[in-house]
T-cell receptor, first 110, second 114 residues
Framework: SQELEQSPQSLIVQEGKNLTINCTSSKTLYGLYWYKQKYGEGLIFLMMLQKGGEEKSHEKITAKLDEKKQQSSLHITASQPSHAGIYLCGAELSGYALNFGKGTSLLVTP | DTGVSQDPRHKITKRGQNVTFRCDPISEHNRLYWYRQTLGQGPEFLTYFQNEAQLEKSRLLSDRFSAERPKGSFSTLEIQRTEQGDSAMYLC????????????FGPGTRLTVL
């Protein structure tokens, strides 16, 4: 089965700093999703990447899928307290179910 | 609000009791998914429906778990004879057609089995 490893497991950054979260797959990624989750709540869709080399941005968040399609990164520029939460990468299994990494917990301090 | 909704948001039950959760997907979405998430882990796939047909079930879905989507709209997930290990967040998601069918998640139902 496909394994997704996220790093780091947790991150504490000062407000205004940039940060990067990585998601590495044991197999080729055919659809890679990034979600954000606040504690105790559901997942909020951020971005979806399909093509090798693809890059998408929304506000201060940029996600990339590498050419070999086995790793994705999520970069936040000038972090804000509103960015705090758990970031999850998910990839398509057989059919349409998603397999998720364990998540990266982000805390942004003043 | 036209997003995915789940009811109840929280459920506390005693071991051995049966519980049922409901999920209402985004109205035009024909696919519906159930996931389970425990503390410190990502969501784990349980089952999914296309319209009223249950097309895939995870090995995590033991005989005590049953899911239905009788009219291809809302879905229910029932857990019979609950165990403490069933304590988790149960998440529902829905998506539209094939291709880049992004899954949109509901707020989840947190189950605590005492």
């Amino acid at each position: 089965s496909q394994e997704l490893e996220q790093s780091p497991q947790s991150l504490i950054v000062q407000e205004g700093k940039n940060l990067t979260i990585n998601c590495t797959s044991s197999k080729t990624l055919y659809g890679l999703y990034w979600y954000k989750q606040k504690y105790g709540e559901g997942l909020i869709f951020l971005m979806m990447l399909q093509k090798g080399g693809e890059e998408k941005s929304h506000e201060k968040i940029t996600a990339k899928l590498d050419e070999k399609k086995q790793q994705s990164s999520l970069h936040i520029t000038a972090s804000q307290p509103s960015h705090a939460g758990i970031y999850l990468c998910g990839a398509e299994l057989s059919g349409y179910a998603l397999n998720f990494g364990k998540g990266t917990s982000l805390l942004v301090t003043p | 609000d036209t997003g995915v909704s789940q009811d109840p948001r929280h459920k506390i039950t005693k071991r051995g009791q049966n519980v049922t959760f409901r999920c209402d997907p985004i109205s035009e979405h024909n696919r519906l998914y159930w996931y389970r998430q425990t503390l410190g882990q990502g969501p784990e796939f349980l089952t999914y429906f296309q319209n009223e047909a249950q097309l895939e079930k995870s090995r995590l879905l033991s005989d005590r778990f049953s899911a239905e989507r009788p009219k291809g709209s809302f879905s229910t997930l029932e857990i019979q004879r609950t165990e403490q290990g069933d304590s988790a967040m149960y998440l529902c998601a829905s998506s539209a057609t094939q291709g880049t069918d992004t899954q949109y998640f509901g707020p989840g139902t947190r189950l605590t089995v005492l």
